[in-house]
DNA sequence: TGCATTTTATTTGTCGACAAGAAAAATACA
DNA sequence: TGTATTTTTCTTGTCGACAAATAAAATGCA
């Protein structure tokens, strides 16, 4: 509701990127619930702009599969497919696998600064206990390490993926709020020195694993609620 | 140039599903040059539309990578990038294999009908030597066999790989004319029976033999093209 | 009151127009 | 003639308005 635009003097280009990158966080961050109806005239008056441009954002949106949009009526926010999770877990797991190994194949030396960043930043939001940062900088480490593996097709599957992710990550953290792994950050600096060490076979043997252990434990939260779902 | 619009009735959301299903298609299979310029106002005459579908239709073909567009500036059909073409190669066996193995495990029977079909017209289109058909089923036919597999992360990376697959066939097709191997048609067959029988070692090891054939055949020409481009 | 039909309201898809940016052309100047 | 600067041209990004499509409300009728 209450916008902070210091500026309302834009730069003709950047609109679009704009609200799309502000759109797309509060999905990711569950600021906007899934189903949620978007009203274009809603966020034209927001953003103080024509509908056209963000009618843009949107269409960008829908192509990645954040917002879907019933033609000629109303646009909402992705659902979560709870009844389809295993194939989003499949890919999950297979991505990180892949990601890992390539990137312990084929990184720069300046691709480990990078992931370290956000290993430190992921670390720093653990101890802060601060889900939202956490769950994003932990996307942004493996987004990092699948850059380093240096194939795009890879690479923007993944993302997609660890973006999807942070949305069941958030309702994750909502039902466990003061569950703050160390494991994790552990995980993270052996998987670091697996692809510093070009260790193909150790950094695909620690990615499965680090992704199974993540899927394994949302996976226990969802079969609690899906026998609650029963239940009532 | 010329154009054979029947009916200038069009349906109120048709417009922007039609330019973008006929500019792939034409993009896929390079009757537009990877490189070429692509003119909004052009297109809006050619369609008899205005330039808001036009430009929605392209965002979307943005969004999958099929053109790339400057900011203020031109708008052009990708290029196909030959120096990273491995990444490509690395990405496309994989879901072969990955697409093929999934197929086995989750199939219906009403999927054998379906990619049954697209096999016939494969085989068909062989016999008849129209690349055009061969390139586009084939492509059909696996993108069947990845719906089977029911992943739809998996597919929709695994179509985006057919596609710009197309574009490299249709190269490879236009230096070697009268190559039609009857060996991919026995490959499918063989890969069907597989999935058919449920057998997931075996439809992962043919889905990877199929892709490696494959590739190991368009890599002997880009190859060769290689060395010659040093040579000059 | 309950259901079918018409009317209104809301939201999307499309249009034509205009202005900002960038390249190309034209001009000025050495 | 060659380079710097201005002008023109061309394309894109954005706007406000209108019309089609659908949902919601209102009305009619039994």
Redesign the pocket.
């Known amino acids: 509701m209450t916008e902070t635009d210091s500026l309302p003097e834009?730069?003709?280009?950047?609109?679009?990127k704009m609200v799309y990158d502000l759109l797309r966080d509060e999905i990711l961050d569950l600021k906007i619930a899934p189903g949620s109806?978007?009203?274009?005239?809603q966020l034209?008056e927001r953003f103080?702009?024509?509908?056209?441009?963000?009618?843009?954002a949107l269409v960008r949106l829908a192509g990645e599969g954040l917002i879907e949009?019933?033609?000629?009526?109303?646009?909402m926010v992705s659902n979560i497919d709870f009844m389809n999770l295993h194939t989003f877990f499949d890919a999950l797991v297979l991505m990180y696998r892949v990601t890992t190994r390539l990137a312990a194949q084929s990184h720069r030396p300046e691709d480990i600064a990078i992931i370290r960043g956000f290993h430190e930043d992921y670390a720093t939001a653990l101890k802060a206990r601060d889900h939202l940062t956490m769950i994003a900088t932990n996307a942004a480490f493996h987004a990092a390490i699948a850059e380093a593996g240096r194939n795009p097709y890879f690479t923007s599957l993944f993302r997609r993926l660890l973006d999807e992710g942070r949305r069941i990550l958030q309702l994750y953290y909502q039902s466990y709020e003061e569950h703050f792994p160390q494991r994790f950050v552990d995980e993270h600096a052996a998987i670091i020195a697996a692809i510093e060490a070009r260790d193909l076979e150790e950094a695909d043997r620690l990615g499965k694993a680090h992704a199974e252990a993540i899927v394994a434990q949302v996976q226990k939260l969802f079969s609690r609620n899906d026998r609650l779902d029963i239940a009532l």
């Open positions: 834009r730069k003709r280009g950047s609109g679009v109806p978007i009203d274009e005239v034209a103080k702009m024509s509908r056209t441009p963000i009618r843009e949009t019933l033609p000629n009526r109303s646009t």
